[in-house]
């Protein structure tokens, strides 16, 4: 069982930057690949960005391409989600994941086995 806690959103305006941070509970944190989604209102939960294991692979969608850079911290299980250059079509509640697959990192959150309660990141124009 893994706990994930977010923390890190806010309002900020366009153009802004934010670091949401996800901590897990549990000795096991380093055996997941982890995610970050997010949902807006009305749409769909969609990927934004998931990492490795040991941290040495990496995957964005396209939208938020060199804007937001994830990386984790295997010693304090946390893993953190850097944006910057935010945009008002950036505003939604974000979610980190737990994914205890093996193989790839994966971008359909089907497959993610644990989840967070999201943070609220808000840009404004």
């Known amino acids: 069982q893994v706990q994930l806690v977010e923390s890190g959103g806010g309002l900020v305006q366009a153009g802004g930057s934010l670091r949401l941070s996800c901590a897990a509970s549990?000795?096991?944190?380093?055996?997941?690949?982890m995610g970050w989604f997010r949902q807006a209102p009305g749409k769909e939960r969609e990927f934004v960005s998931a990492i490795s294991r040991s941290g040495s692979s990496t995957n964005y969608a396209d939208s938020v391409k060199g804007r937001f850079t994830i990386s984790r911290d295997n010693a304090k299980n946390t893993v953190y989600l850097q944006m910057n250059s935010l945009k008002p079509e950036d505003t939604a509640v974000y979610y980190c994941a737990a994914d205890g697959r093996v193989g790839k990192i994966f971008r359909d959150l089907y497959g993610y086995d644990y989840w967070g309660q999201g943070t609220q990141v808000t840009v404004s124009s």
């Open positions: 549990g000795r096991t944190f380093s055996m997941y690949a």
